[in-house]
């Protein structure tokens, strides 16, 4: 594309939009985002780690009530990972270490370890204000801010940003990323690429999204499991590398050249926003997923969700970050986004690597692109009854933003995914932020009960007078 292009990294909206995000990120989300993620911490008496064995365990404890469809606890932590796992994974964090060194992956550690305690808040809240839907309980951020905070504004502002985020912003670098691999593999041009999501996607979200949907939760997880033992048999195969590569990965993430050169801020900001966008702590996406779950006490499945954090960054993105670091590549500065993961497995594995990669990703973000639609559904049906909305959306979702995200580059739409997921997340921090004592206050309740000898313990509504009222579940 030429230079200057409006699609291109250095035309006028990238560089629009990248401006805003520095002033929206330095000074407003990455404060907050960090100040909450500590604060939870603290206050929960950090549930993240001590709670270790208990999220593991109720992955196993499931319940289903006869004649209803609710699904367990382990269901809702599996549809959760199928909507983390993919492009952030891949794709994020080789943004991450191009752009801000191997430091930035430490970054990503602590965002994840610390944003854990805010996934488990979100989603222990979208449990408590869950409501009775026709086939199983709904819920997420724009409930618990419409029945908690009595906020309807608020509600459908976060409503309003999810939607934007997932289905518009979120979108274009699915696609992106998909049409850069299959480019690099495969030979196929952007633009043609681009046309055939089009038509892939408007057929899924105007139709055969059910079809589809069940195709890709088969083959989702297999390409995950696949990835991570390829990923594992690397990581052996370079063993005697690994203390060097741990030792770059800090060194780079407080190192005085870094400070001296001024790099260090870049270094954090892309480790905190790549990690947030693969693990969607904070961000309220998950605790959509999370509410839908059947479980006895809300704060199982803010564990549960906890843990997905874990399962996202701490596994699978280190994953990608020791593939990228072992093969040196990232010292490329042509290389950037998923062609340099690929690159970095071309080089442990051959060519294989790279169509394996593409395969992957193509699957991975197609994936994403029906959950992220599933998303925005969601919140339109929150926001009004109007089936209108919903055609619009299926448009924008299947080939407006699909096809722009073909033909931008790729900095301007994690630019723009960027200034969404900044603008929603700081929604719902403050929303948890502000809800936050309630949650404490159920796990208070949980550790009693298991502490009395309770083995799973439950919640009922009379137990918060204050709000009992606001609360449809939990008779």
Request: hydrophobic share 50%; proline share 2%.
């Amino acid at each position: 594309m030429m230079s200057g292009n409006i699609f291109s990294a250095d035309g006028w909206l990238n560089q629009t939009v990248t401006s805003i995000n520095n002033v929206l990120w330095t000074y407003i989300v990455l404060v907050l985002l960090i100040g909450c993620a500590l604060w939870f911490t603290f206050k929960t008496k950090f549930v993240q780690v001590r709670m270790l064995g208990e999220m593991i365990r109720l992955l196993g404890e499931g319940t289903k009530k006869d004649g209803q469809k609710h699904i367990s606890s382990f269901q809702a932590f599996a549809v959760s990972i199928a909507s983390r796992v993919g492009t952030g994974n891949l794709a994020g964090v080789a943004t991450a270490i191009a752009v801000g060194g191997p430091g930035a992956v430490f970054w990503m550690w602590v965002i994840a370890t610390l944003g854990a305690a805010t996934a488990f808040i979100e989603s222990t809240l979208a449990q408590l204000y869950k409501r009775k839907g026709r086939d199983t309980y709904i819920g997420g951020p724009a409930y618990y801010i419409m029945y908690g905070m009595h906020s309807k504004k608020m509600a459908c502002l976060f409503a309003a940003l999810l939607t934007m985020t997932f289905c518009m912003a979120y979108i274009s670098i699915q696609s992106n990323t998909i049409c850069g691999a299959m480019d690099k593999a495969f030979g196929i041009p952007p633009l043609v690429m681009g046309l055939i999501l089009v038509f892939l996607s408007t057929a899924c979200v105007f139709g055969g999204i059910q079809r589809i949907a069940k195709l890709s939760s088969v083959l989702v997880p297999i390409m995950a499991v696949l990835y991570v033992v390829l990923a594992l048999f690397i990581i052996i195969m370079n063993i005697n590398l690994i203390p060097h590569i741990l030792k770059v990965i800090v060194e780079n993430a407080f190192g005085l050249e870094q400070f001296a050169g001024g790099t260090l801020g870049a270094t954090m900001m892309n480790g905190i926003k790549r990690g947030l966008f693969s693990n969607e702590a904070g961000e309220g996406s998950a605790p959509n997923i999370a509410a839908s779950a059947d479980v006895s006490h809300p704060v199982k499945q803010g564990l549960v969700q906890a843990l997905g954090v874990f399962t996202d960054t701490l596994l699978i993105c280190s994953c990608t970050a020791f593939i990228i670091l072992i093969s040196g590549v990232y010292t490329d500065q042509s290389l950037n986004g998923i062609q340099l993961t690929q690159s970095a497995l071309q080089s442990e594995v051959g060519s294989v690597g790279t169509a394996f990669v593409a395969i992957a990703i193509l699957l991975f973000a197609f994936s994403s692109i029906i959950g992220n639609y599933t998303y925005g559904e969601m919140n339109v049906k929150f926001l009004t009854k109007h089936k209108g909305w919903l055609w619009f959306l299926r448009l924008m979702n299947g080939a407006v933003m699909v096809f722009f995200g073909a033909l931008a580059s790729l900095d301007l739409v994690w630019s723009i995914g960027d200034l969404f997921m900044g603008c929603v997340t700081l929604v719902n921090l403050v929303a948890i932020v502000i809800l936050g004592k309630q949650a404490y206050f159920l796990l208070d309740d949980y550790r009693r009960q298991k502490r009395s000898g309770i083995k799973s313990p439950v919640f009922h509504r009379s137990q918060m007078p204050e709000i009992e009222s606001q609360l449809e579940c939990w008779e």
